[in-house]
């Protein structure tokens, strides 16, 4: 099958029944499982939103169109979805969640002032740079997360302990500076 892209060259697109492997509806996205047992097919949640649906539960049974993208094949659209394959849903909106993160890195010292290098809540992640070593710091939604603060914006200042994780220092609590801060934002 082809489908054309606003007028312009056809783009080759396949039918495919599979088996959702998981999805992540706080993330976006996931995986569908090919019957023949190819590799895995991206799912994100724009196609699951045409198909009417905001999530969809692991081990549920699927048939759609897949598309080649420049990482892999990806669903381009759902044409049917069979629920009674599905299994309990899991744990914080996966419908089966990836394994848990490493074990948390206990601080190595006080909170330090630091400048945000740049955040992407869509991936999760970003880097901080402490003013006093101006070393890259990873930092994780998590650790966000457990400030209660949604997310970070390249070059605002905030506070953070560190410590050594498994790939290199890592930020392990984060505040913002109070209102009678020096430097408190850009």
């Known amino acids: 099958m082809s489908e054309s892209q606003g007028g312009g060259d ?23 499982t090919p019957e023949d047992g ?32 420049a990482k892999g094949l ?14 309990p849903e899991g744990e914080e909106g996966y419908s089966r969640a990836p394994p848990p993160p490493p074990p948390q890195p206990e ?17 999760g992640y970003g880097f901080v740079c402490p003013d006093e070593t101006q070393l890259d710091v990873f930092i994780h939604m998590v650790t966000l ?7 970070l914006v390249t070059g605002q200042k905030v506070m953070v302990k560190t410590a050594q994780g498994p790939k290199g220092m890592q930020a392990v609590e984060i505040m913002l500076p109070g209102p009678g801060s020096v430097d408190q934002y850009v």
Request: glycine share 8%; charged share 20%; hydrophobic share 45%.
């Open 74 to 87: 990806q669903v381009q659209s759902i044409l049917a979805v069979d629920l009674s394959t599905a299994v």
């Open 107 to 123: 601080a190595t010292g006080d909170f330090e002032m630091a400048t945000v290098k740049w955040f992407n809540p869509h991936k």
């Open 10 to 32: 056809p783009i080759a697109s396949s039918r495919m029944r599979g088996t959702v492997k998981w999805f992540n509806a706080v993330k976006g996205y996931g995986f569908v």
């Open 145 to 151: 997360r457990r400030a209660n603060l949604a997310g």
């Open 38 to 69: 190819s590799g895995d097919v991206f799912l994100h949640m724009t196609v699951l939103r045409q198909a009417g649906l905001d999530k969809i539960p692991v081990g549920s049974t699927v048939e759609c169109e897949t598309v080649q993208a």
